[in-house]
């Protein structure tokens, strides 16, 4: 027998109106005996029509979401909705609060934690609760995400290649209504235990975004967010109006994309986002810390394309990604 969430939503998920509230998870802990983790909640419905389900902060240091999705619960009007917007601006609350990848309680990582536990850690109880009863609510998912601390990506909405090819066309027609200047076909070094798996295996429209990085927003970055988001929701015939017309350029990731440290060290760019790289063109060196006179170690295209995504911080360790190269799709 499944155990039933101990999340409880403080606000009515199908009643008409603006609602704002939390999501209420009990957790005990050394400075509240019956303490609670508050996740804030939005649900905006007018009458019937399809649901959608917009969330930020999977990861809590990626802001770009977060900042579209308070705005967004604090101004949709209800008399322009058809159906139901769920938004929950940072879903897992606790790290976004410590400004961290994973959650500061589990060491969660929200992403790879689904479907979830009733009875798990915190980061699955809260991934039960959106397996279980809110994302079996909506026909179209909207995901925020960007590079956090540790990445920083050119902006661009994505969905992934699906074995269904109808289901891929919906989500891409999606990604390309969201209006990005840049729009991806995505691939994932892992995909077990992603929030993105376990919508699409539900057989909703998936769409999630990379708009930046380097642990904060810019205002660019912001306003692609926010635009993305009322544009998706009109594409969804939920939000009346046209869709904002944006041009977008797609991408793809195919294999060779993605090149790692096999050293630690201080890392040196050789390429910025959005420039064109040949395949065994240099896209880093790392230089050794540890002593002079050591030369540094290359790390070279293995496809040709146009850098994507690269590693933020200035020093690297063995393991860590250090750039993705993406290809104009045909």
């Not at 999501?23 to 609670?36: E, N, V």
């Not at 790290?95 to 929200?110: H, L, V, Y």
């Not at 079996?136 to 992934?160: M, N, Q, W, Y």
Request: charged share 20%; proline share 8%.
């Amino acid at each position: 027998m499944i155990r039933p969430s101990p999340v409880v939503p403080t606000i009515p998920l199908d009643r008409d109106g603006v609602h704002h509230g939390h999501l209420r998870l009990p957790y005990s802990r050394d400075d509240s005996a019956w303490g609670s983790v508050m996740i804030p909640i939005c649900v905006v419905r007018n009458g019937s029509g399809p649901t959608a389900l917009l969330t930020g902060a999977n990861h809590g240091d990626e802001y770009e979401g977060p900042l579209a999705l308070f705005e967004l619960a604090r101004t949709l009007d209800p008399k322009q909705v058809s159906g139901s917007v769920v938004i929950v601006p940072a879903m897992n609350f606790p790290a976004f609060e410590a400004g961290t990848r994973t959650s500061p309680i589990d060491k969660g990582n929200m992403n790879r934690s689904f479907p979830g536990m009733p009875d798990g850690t915190v980061t699955q109880k809260i991934a039960d609760y959106f397996q279980r009863e809110l994302l079996p609510r909506a026909e179209i998912v909207l995901d925020f995400h960007s590079g956090g601390k540790t990445l920083d990506f050119l902006p661009f909405c994505a969905a992934h290649r699906l074995p269904d090819d109808a289901m891929s066309k919906r989500a891409f027609a999606a990604v390309e209504a969201f209006g990005a200047p840049w729009s991806m076909k995505m691939t994932e070094i892992d995909a077990v235990g992603m929030y993105d798996t376990a919508a699409e295996e539900m057989g909703k429209v998936f769409i999630t975004t990379e708009l930046g990085g380097g642990g904060t927003s810019r205002a660019e970055t912001v306003r692609i967010a926010r635009r993305g988001a009322a544009n998706l929701l009109k594409h969804a015939e939920i939000l009346r109006g046209p869709v904002e017309a944006a041009p977008t350029r797609w991408l793809d990731m195919p294999d060779g994309c993605f090149s790692f440290a096999e050293d630690s060290g201080m890392i040196e760019p050789a390429v910025d986002l959005g420039e064109p790289i040949a395949e065994g063109d240099v896209l880093a060196r790392i230089w050794p810390t540890g002593r002079t006179g050591q030369p540094p170690r290359e790390i070279r295209a293995r496809i040709s394309g146009l850098l994507i995504a690269r590693h933020f911080p200035g020093l690297v360790k063995a393991g860590d990604c250090v750039a993705v190269v993406g290809c104009l799709a045909e």
